[in-house]
């Protein structure tokens, strides 16, 4: 009797209830193989307040089973102590009744950093703020982004923990001001330059490994997965440093109490090195504006160039300004930043001839500065093709990151005439119409990757870039997987010439930069893309030096 009620009980237990379902997986640590315990996997579904999240842990061989989740399409993470967390690049469908199958969830055993900082006596620098900061692209720009950071308790040691392997900018900024008055340089080793007077103004400069000012002569710290590293201290010193004066015209002030009483909204200035890298660890100060007077402060600047940006922010409206200033050794008082309301960068979006079946709401416009503090905006088009972004006065960058099926990018003008590599010039305001084309007619690019010896090489990372007229357009530059079999596929390309690179690792992004690409030409496919038509290549893998990850 037992039995014959415990077996309709058990396979009760197995059957989903309607309109729910299960998802199993298994998360995997990626150097060794083997299951990783006690990871805590992640489900999303939905966005926004509407999001849904069911969390599980897995056991002791890697395993998860999620149970009792409503059908949809779910984005999945895992994390875990010792490991960098990972993302699932594809989300996965959930139907309902049934169990659903995740890929295996693979985790990089995560990378440490451990270092002292000490001060030009040798003492250590309690509340130091150390950043790990790697080269990243984006939208074909190679950028110097921080992407870790720790602070040095009173011995003044940090353990900079959970970094995926990979190479990386160390630096250390301390803050507060050295002061006016006499006081120790830079100490053994030091540039004789940097010998402190009784009369100079010092500050304690952001210092890159393996002890430089200069983040161009930094060294990069190169770390494998699960690997500790350590002997790297650094020992930070005071340079010479100046105040910048200045005073923010044009500036509103908004209806109340504020205006009444004859002040306008404070504003901000801030200020960025001219470099080539989007954003410098430390580099970034900003300064309060006085809301009466427009009058500014900025503490501490080193000399070199500088682009400095106010802006004022008046409810949904932001007025801007921007200057460029190259600092010296003397103290600076008479800098000016006018701000206007930001221009306004109207266009359209058409189709060659006339052709009105697209629909040009599913093209994907992006608007991005040409200087770092701003990550750009996007918008999609009206079903007219009418669109509209507002910018800030300096130069930008037009991207088109998505185009009906069967059509491709023609052509960016601006006031009339053709915007190389799509910049347009908006440091004196808008005004003038963007107009973007795109034609019928597209092509493919299919193959195998291949080794020296004939095999298909599964899963490797394979590139498209197209020919140097259009080096500029980063749109052009794709990326896929091989499959299993070393298959890949690129369609709804631009009819033209293209390179086709295989990388066994490559970073995120470095497939549009076209000034690294050049180092590799020579181990590329070259291949041509006719209209309606599809060209196949087989390239073989590309090593890369250094310790890059996909």
Not at 15 to 40: C, D, F, M, Y
Not at 48 to 69: K, N, V
Not at 465 to 482: G, R
Not at 504 to 511: C, D, L, M, P, R
Request: hydrophobic share 35%.
């Amino acid at each position: 009797m037992r039995a014959l009620v415990l077996v309709p009980l058990f396979l009760a237990a197995q059957q989903q209830p309607p309109g729910v379902a299960s998802v199993e997986g298994r998360v995997l640590n990626q150097i060794t193989g083997e299951g990783v315990r006690k990871a805590i996997v992640t489900l999303e579904s939905g966005e926004g307040r509407s999001m849904q999240r069911w969390s599980f842990i897995t056991t002791p061989d890697g395993t998860f089973r999620a149970e009792g989740l409503p059908a949809g399409r779910y984005r999945i993470r895992s994390e875990r102590t010792g490991f960098v967390a990972r993302f699932l690049r594809e989300p996965l469908s959930v139907t309902p009744g049934g169990t659903s199958h995740a890929p295996e969830i693979r985790m990089m055993p995560h990378a440490v950093i451990t270092c002292r900082i000490t001060d030009e006596d040798g003492d250590p620098v309690q509340g130091a703020s150390i950043q790990a900061s790697r080269y990243q692209y984006s939208a074909g720009r190679r950028m110097l982004m921080p992407v870790s950071s720790a602070g040095t308790n009173d011995l003044g040691e940090f353990r900079m923990h959970g970094l995926s392997p990979g190479r990386y900018i160390v630096s250390a900024t301390r803050m507060g001001f050295g002061g006016r008055g006499s006081g120790p340089g830079p100490g053994p080793g030091g540039p004789p330059w940097m010998m402190a007077r009784s009369t100079e103004q010092l500050h304690y400069a952001t210092v890159y490994h393996p002890g430089t000012v200069d983040p161009a002569a930094a060294s990069m710290v190169d770390i494998a997965a699960g690997q500790e590293f350590r002997g790297m201290d650094l020992r930070m010193f005071k340079v010479p440093v100046v105040t910048v004066r200045g005073v923010v015209a044009g500036m509103e002030a908004a209806p109340g109490e504020g205006a009444r009483r004859g002040g306008g909204p404070g504003a901000v200035v801030y200020y960025y090195p001219r470099s080539d890298a989007r954003y410098l660890p430390g580099e970034r100060r900003p300064a309060q504006v006085d809301p009466r007077t427009g009058k500014f402060e900025l503490l501490g600047v080193r000399p070199g160039s500088y682009t400095l940006i106010a802006q004022q922010h008046l409810g949904r409206n932001t007025r801007v300004g921007v200057s460029l200033l190259d600092v010296g050794h003397s103290d600076i008082g008479e800098v000016k930043i006018s701000v206007t309301d930001r221009p306004n960068v109207k266009g359209t979006v058409a189709i060659e001839g006339g052709q009105t079946t697209a629909d040009l709401k599913t093209v994907l416009l992006q608007l991005f500065p040409s200087i770092g503090f701003d990550s750009g905006q996007t918008a999609h088009p009206e079903d007219s093709g009418s669109f509209e972004f507002e910018a800030t006065p300096v130069p930008h960058r037009v991207g088109v990151l998505q185009v009906p099926a069967g059509f491709h990018l023609k052509s960016i003008e601006w006031a009339g005439q053709e915007a190389p590599g799509g910049v347009i010039d908006l440091t004196h305001g808008g005004g003038s119409e963007l107009r973007i084309k795109l034609a019928p007619g597209v092509g493919s690019i299919s193959g195998v990757v291949r080794n020296d010896k004939g095999d298909p090489v599964p899963s490797v990372k394979v590139t498209i870039a197209p020919e140097s007229k259009y080096a500029a357009w980063f749109e052009m530059y794709k990326e896929a997987f091989a499959g299993p079999d070393g298959v890949f596929q690129f369609d709804n390309l631009r009819p033209g010439s293209y390179r086709v690179y295989a990388w066994e690792s490559i970073e995120n992004g470095a497939h549009q930069d076209a000034e690294f690409l050049k180092a590799f030409e020579t181990q590329s496919s070259p291949v041509s893309v006719e209209l309606g038509a599809t060209a196949t290549v087989h390239p073989k893998p590309i090593r890369v030096g250094g310790n890059s990850v996909l």
